[in-house]
Every structure is written in C-alpha cells, then in structure tokens.
C-alpha cells in the first residue's frame, strides 16, 4: 500500500528554520517525483518545491530558502524551510507524481498519492 506521511512542522518565529520530512512506504522514492504543497488560509494550495530523479524545482517565492532532498536509504524526502517569513505559514503536504518535467511540477492533477498536512505557522 502505497503511503506518505508529512511531518516536522509547528511554531517558529521569524527567520527560524524548519525541516520537514515526507517518509514514504510502498514504493521506492528515487522511482518517482515527489513534491511539497502548502495551503494557507483561505488560498488555493500551490507548489513549493518538487525532486524528479536528479533535478530540484522551486517556486518563486521560496527560492534561496527552501531546499528539498532526498534519503533514498530512509525512503525520505526533505524539505529544509530557512529565513521563514509570516507568509510561509500553511499546511503543508507532500505528494507522489511520475517524473515530470520542469513545465508540469506544479499542476496537481498528476500527483496520485497525498500525505496528511503538517502546519507550519510562522509568527512572533
């Protein structure tokens, strides 16, 4: 069976760190592309951040800051959140897609498998 299970999120203060993990269980984690997800309140949920085999994509807003990774021996997949801002705050997910191309990473409906969220808030 096919699982995922986000964890690592809580409370930090401005400009804290946080690393995030996304253990899966079923699969092998370098045969696919994994990808992190946030929803904030009362927004859609967007791309953070997705591994594809050797390649890392970023959105915008969190380049320079975020870095995925991946622990093929722990079947995990990372995601280390530095100089977090206020508008990071979200729940966060991460997700299991076929190896996409850099155009595709972001839209939601290739990714088949879904973790539980783990909330991040980011506030003084």
């Known amino acids: 069976e096919v699982q995922l299970q986000a964890s690592g999120g809580g409370l930090v203060q401005p400009g804290g760190s946080l690393r995030l993990s996304c253990a899966a269980s079923?699969?092998?984690?370098?045969?696919?592309?994994i990808g992190w997800f946030r929803q904030a309140p009362g927004k859609e949920r967007e791309g953070v951040s997705f591994?594809?085999?050797?390649?890392?994509f970023y959105a915008d807003a969190v380049k320079g800051r975020f870095t995925i990774s991946r622990d093929n021996a722990k079947n995990t997949v990372y995601l280390q959140m530095n100089s977090l801002k206020p508008e990071d705050t979200a729940v966060y997910y991460c997700a299991r897609a076929p190896r996409l191309p850099f155009s595709l990473w972001r839209a939601q409906s290739y990714y088949t498998y879904w973790s539980q969220g783990t909330q991040v808030t980011v506030s003084s």
């Open positions: 591994i594809n085999v050797g390649r890392k």
């Open positions: 079923g699969f092998a984690v370098d045969d696919y592309g």
